[in-house]
């Protein structure tokens, strides 16, 4: 198998099993690093007076965090979807023992569904003040 396809499932995504653990053992690495860099440095009040201070302002304008989370996943995300047509679809655990993942999954090639998300949300744009 070549080291590709071992870490990703496709061109874009980590494969569920080896990709996500090593870049789950790589991030441990670096917190681990930081904070053995920190039990030998403590922070000082220069440090503090920089963790202190404002985030710059956006590379691109008005490009700033949200304040809601749009992310549905689970039951969540079944309760904000109407599934207006479904053909070869059901809500099913395509996990593992101990890792749940629900979600609408095709049970048969060529399925398809319709969904129409059921809330809505009022997005405010404009400037923020970065002070």
Known sequence: MPLQEAFFGDAYHLSSHTGHRVLGELLMLIFDSAKG??????????????????????????????????????????SAVVWEA?????????????RVKFGMIAEEVGSRGTLCIKYTCQLVFGSQSAS
């Open 86 to 98: 479904t053909n070869g679809f059901a809500w099913l655990n395509d996990g593992t023992k101990g």
């Open 37 to 78: 860099d920190l039990d030998r440095h403590p922070l000082d009040t220069a440090d503090q007076a920089i963790i202190s201070a404002p985030l710059p302002v956006p590379l691109h304008k008005d490009n700033y965090e949200s304040a809601h989370d749009r992310c549905l996943i689970g039951d969540s995300f079944k």
